[in-house]
């Protein structure tokens, strides 16, 4: 008469383990294969740990399987159940932890901090295009979205993976366009608010600066929020800085917040590395008619009264807009304003900027 595997099952259940209960009832054996009078099965235990213990077990429950009727051959085999590490445990925000002075992020030659008093002046877009520009003249760059409240950098550069962690400590930023990018946008649900008070925003920024991998650059670009707040605060408090650029566009109004910036550096002892006049004048794609929405030459003026550099001044042009949603920056074609990002990134690195 055939051997049936229930009968083999009820001959293992008979073998009680050390630790209580039996082979069966603890749910140890696998693959059970009767091939003739050739009886073979797998015991897997739960951890490899208890798998190390099971040899005398295995002996065992060969012997009592070898005693059925018409079984001739038996073969067990002891393995473990594969356990997956638990993913590991990356928390953003909280307190910062201390630190004495100002700390260089590691491997990074220049950290320059990209700043505006207030927003709507394009300092996110200046930021991506100028990063990816550099990235094109051969610079090893890094791109940080220290915007906490309102990330745009993932959507511009066109990334949306969230960024991995061995170790639930170290983060690995991702890479785009030729520049290392990292933001806290790529770490919160972008379809939520970010509701933290200032301690929470220092710890945020502080785990992107020093526990990110940026690896080895020649510079990091900071894109800052607007305003003067906790951001601007602890990066200059925490951060070696090379120096802050301001970028502004020539209206009055404009000028009166970058203003605000400037004098916030100066009290931090941040240098001033020189002014971008952004949306400096619009050129009709049809007419060729050259308009100056915004004014014109406000923020040169500005440079000029505080002896700072006018490191550029860039046309409003759709296309920026139309490639920052589409998440290629217009620095990456080569287009007339992939062009003149291109420029602009030359002088950075001809004045040993970046």
Not at 26 to 37: H, N, P, Q, Y
Not at 226 to 253: F, H, M, R, Y
Request: charged share 20%.
């Amino acid at each position: 008469m055939p051997i049936d595997r229930s009968d083999i099952l009820a001959a293992l259940a008979r073998l009680q383990l050390p630790d209580g209960g039996d082979l069966v009832s603890r749910d140890f054996i696998r693959a059970v294969v009767v091939e003739g009078e050739a009886v073979r099965f797998v015991i897997e235990a739960p951890t490899p740990e208890i798998a190390g213990k099971l040899a005398d077990i295995r002996a065992a429950a060969e012997q009592i399987v070898m005693q059925l009727d018409g079984v001739s051959s038996v073969t067990a085999v002891v393995t473990a159940h594969e356990q997956k590490p638990a993913p590991p445990n990356l928390k953003v925000g909280g307190h910062p932890k201390p630190q004495d002075g100002p700390l260089k992020v590691p491997g990074v030659d220049r950290v320059v901090a990209i700043a505006s008093g207030k927003g709507g002046v394009g300092k996110s877009t200046v930021s991506s295009n100028l990063a990816v520009a550099l990235a094109k003249q051969g610079r090893r760059v890094g791109l940080l979205d220290a915007d906490i409240y309102g990330p745009s950098q993932p959507r511009m550069m066109g990334v949306s993976k969230r960024p991995a962690s061995p170790d639930g400590k170290v983060i690995i930023p991702l890479q785009a366009h030729g520049v290392t990018m990292m933001s806290i946008g790529l770490m919160v649900d972008p379809n939520k608010a970010v509701v933290w008070r200032g301690p929470m925003l220092m710890g945020a920024l502080q785990q992107m600066l020093n526990q990110v991998q940026w690896g080895e650059l020649d510079v990091l670009i900071i894109d800052l929020p607007p305003g003067t707040g906790d951001v601007q605060l602890t990066l200059c408090q925490k951060t070696e800085l090379t120096g802050a650029i301001v970028v502004s566009t020539p209206q009055d109004v404009a000028l009166l917040d970058a203003r605000k910036a400037l004098d916030m550096f100066a009290t931090l002892h941040t240098p001033i590395l020189g002014m971008i006049e952004n949306m400096s004048q619009y050129i009709c794609p049809k007419c060729g008619h050259e308009a100056h929405i915004f004014g014109h030459g406000g923020v040169a003026l500005e440079a000029q009264k505080l002896g700072v550099p006018l490191l550029g001044s860039l046309p409003l042009d759709l296309d920026v807009r139309l490639a920052g949603d589409s998440g290629t920056p217009a620095a990456a074609g080569d287009g007339p304003m992939a062009q003149a990002y291109a420029e602009l990134a030359r002088g950075l690195i001809a004045s040993d900027i970046a």
